[in-house]
């Protein structure tokens, strides 16, 4: 009822860090989230073995939690199926234990789903567990059970956050830098496809598209509207990632028009983008559903 510093939850689980430095978990604990040796849920908090005091800051995921020491140490406790306790096994385990490489060093945690991030004194990030999107941003797509080094963040980085399937950093200048998978678009470039190494946020400026119609049946025939962009370039359009055109000129007040033709697409949502020079990129999106009219030609 009082003396908590930090809350944080995972899938079903929650853990609260106290101002004395304890760690308190409840909830489900199938994989042993809580760190009490045991796996048996929880409807009040229990203490986490060997967390009574020292502790910084928390992070959780799905199904496992991770603590920082005072001393710049991470341990880490719970589902270990992909190695997100970092501490060289797949092995869950339900009380802490040491994440390898990082006893000292780190001054902050995120972590979401199966996998973790830890921010370093030097200002780099290193990421270890589930990397099937390349949410580690090591440059691959395995899975890591002990900590590896984001590709190009050595240094320079001030705050890491990490998401489902993606992570983000912002480094010294205020720039968002985010890599793993883009299926929604949480990256900011105007994908719809993974990136296993960090890129940098778009800004879309004043650049805007929009179709005529939010949705339609398939088969359907959308009008793109394009404004804003660079007077008199070459406009690279995409729909869900396939090329439309990639040579429409805009006019000269930065304006485009193209139609689009839905007749061989299925159910779903689809995502249009449009570029130009490169690093100019608006997107917007339409469903094509079949309780919606059929937008004709």
């Known amino acids: 009822t009082s003396g908590v510093s930090q809350l944080v939850a995972g899938f079903e689980h929650t853990c609260a860090?106290?101002?004395?430095?304890?760690?308190?978990?409840?909830?489900?604990?199938?994989?042993?989230?809580?760190?009490?040796?045991?796996?048996?849920?929880?409807?009040?908090?229990?203490?986490?073995?060997g967390?009574?005091?020292?502790?910084?800051?928390?992070?959780?995921?799905?199904?496992h939690t991770c603590a920082l020491s005072l001393?710049?140490?991470?341990?880490?406790?719970?589902?270990?199926?992909?190695?997100?306790?970092?501490?060289?096994?797949?092995?869950?385990?339900?009380?802490?234990v040491d994440v390898v490489g990082v006893t000292q060093g780190v001054i902050q945690l995120a972590a979401s789903y199966d996998h973790t991030c830890a921010l370093t004194t030097a200002g780099g990030a290193k990421c270890w567990g589930d990397n099937q999107d390349g949410q580690l941003g090591d440059g691959t797509t395995s899975n890591?059970?002990?900590?590896?080094?984001?590709?190009?963040?050595?240094?320079?980085?001030?705050?890491?956050?990490?998401?489902?399937?993606?992570?983000?950093?912002?480094?010294?200048?205020?720039?968002?830098?985010?890599?793993?998978?883009?299926?929604?678009?949480?990256?900011?470039?105007?994908?719809?496809?993974?990136?296993?190494?960090?890129?940098?946020?778009?800004?879309?400026?004043?650049?805007?598209?929009?179709?005529?119609?939010?949705?339609?049946r398939p088969g359907s025939y959308f009008t793109l509207f394009g404004d804003q962009f660079p007077p008199g370039v070459s406009v690279t359009v995409t729909f869900n990632a396939s090329i439309l055109t990639n040579s429409i000129l805009t006019a000269e007040d930065g304006s485009f028009i193209i139609f689009i033709d839905t007749t061989t697409a299925n159910m779903g949502d689809y995502l249009i983008t449009a570029s130009a020079n490169s690093d100019i990129i608006a997107s917007s999106?339409?469903?094509?559903?079949?309780?919606?009219?059929?937008?004709?030609?």
Request: net charge negative.
């Open 51 to 63: 967390l009574t005091g020292g502790v910084s800051q928390l992070a959780a995921g799905i199904a």
């Open 71 to 96: 001393a710049g140490g991470v341990k880490c406790w719970g589902d270990n199926e992909l190695g997100q306790l970092g501490n060289a096994t797949y092995t869950q385990n339900n009380t802490p």
């Open 17 to 49: 860090l106290t101002t004395t430095g304890e760690v308190k978990c409840w909830g489900w604990n199938s994989s042993g989230q809580l760190g009490n040796p045991t796996v048996w849920q929880s409807t009040t908090p229990v203490d986490v073995i």
């Open 285 to 297: 999106s339409v469903t094509l559903d079949q309780n919606s009219p059929l937008r004709p030609e």
């Open 144 to 216: 890591r059970n002990v900590p590896v080094d984001v590709a190009g963040l050595a240094g320079g980085v001030k705050q890491l956050a990490a998401g489902y399937y993606p992570a983000c950093a912002m480094v010294e200048d205020g720039r968002p830098l985010c890599w793993g998978s883009d299926f929604f678009e949480q990256l900011g470039v105007g994908t719809l496809e993974y990136h296993a190494t960090p890129v940098d946020v778009i800004d879309h400026l004043t650049s805007h598209i929009q179709t005529n119609y939010e949705s339609g």
